[in-house]
């Protein structure tokens, strides 16, 4: 069965060669059971889609691992649509129903996002043990401007060690996010006072920084300490934060309640743009988690008696 200009549309679409494997095998499997009914790809319709799910429901196949299926015989009639072998997806708005999601997150509000960067300390009272003192001074002003990346731009843990230094704006208030194999590039605006703050981390800490490491870098974000990983200072930003909110978890909560409280006021395309989403399914992955916080309003003022 030859699916090779489908594996090419797949990886042109970005997919990696693993998602790819996987989507190629689920579609193989609907086709070897398409072509025992003489059903011509062509002639492939909503009724045939529905009847292989239902196959694969009577073998006990569970509802989430269905609507995968589902997923990639989509993916599958779009590329046939975008080849002109058919004139429309059949099944482009079927989705089952009561599939179950991944875990959410709790997702804090835009309120306790900002509290959560003003709250952060950055001074620390120096006494006789002032080098270390100071190199951890050095890493809270760092990771302040770290966390108002996350808190204002919904930037991950992969879009802040790659910043470099030209990519910031400062004159036009905005820095540039390049693109990776998972996320487009974009161009996002900096709050007013992030504009001022960034001014000072370049002229002043990720200077000193650099003096005190003897360090040559285009990146934005460096380490105070020689040989370290940057993924270090995200580390150590999240145990300050859990030690003012133990309800954080992990950066990407964070990151995920920025894109939650984005859909609440901005459409989805300027959100999948802003998140730097390469899919516009990627973006409504996070709708759920408005509903999850409306269930939980719900269950908080009106318990079930």
Known sequence: MELTDFENYLIAKGYSRQST???LRDVTYFLQWVEPQHIAVEQINYNDVTAYLDKL?????????????????????NYLTEADLITHNPVAALKLKNTKRKTL?????????????????????????APPQQANELSRKRN??????????????????????????????????AGRRRTNERI??????????????????????????????????????????IQNAFHLLLVHLKEVNPRIKNLDQLRASVITNWLKQ?????????????????????????????????????PVM
């Open 144 to 177: 302040k401007v770290i966390l108002g990346l996350i808190v204002y731009q919904g930037l991950n843990a992969e879009d802040l060690q790659n910043i470099e230094t030209a990519h910031l704006q400062l004159r036009e208030g905005k820095i540039m996010i």
């Open 21 to 23: 494997k996987v989507m």
């Open 57 to 77: 429901k009577k073998r006990g196949v569970c509802q989430r691992t269905q609507q995968s299926h589902l997923n990639q015989i989509k993916h599958y009639l």
């Open 266 to 302: 901005y459409n989805k395309r300027k959100v999948q743009y802003m998140a730097g989403h390469r899919y516009v399914s990627s973006t409504e992955a996070y709708e759920a988690n408005n509903i999850e916080a409306l269930q939980e309003d719900v269950e908080k003022y009106y």
């Open 188 to 229: 996002l605006k900096l709050e007013a006072h992030q504009i001022f703050e960034l001014y000072d981390y370049i002229n002043e800490t990720r200077k000193a920084i650099l003096q005190r490491n003897k360090q040559e870098t285009d990146k934005l974000f460096v380490t105070v300490r020689t040989g370290n990983r």
């Open 105 to 129: 997150h709790h997702i804090f509000t835009p309120e306790q996002l900002e509290a959560m960067y003003k709250t952060y300390r950055t001074e620390i009272k120096l006494d006789k043990h």
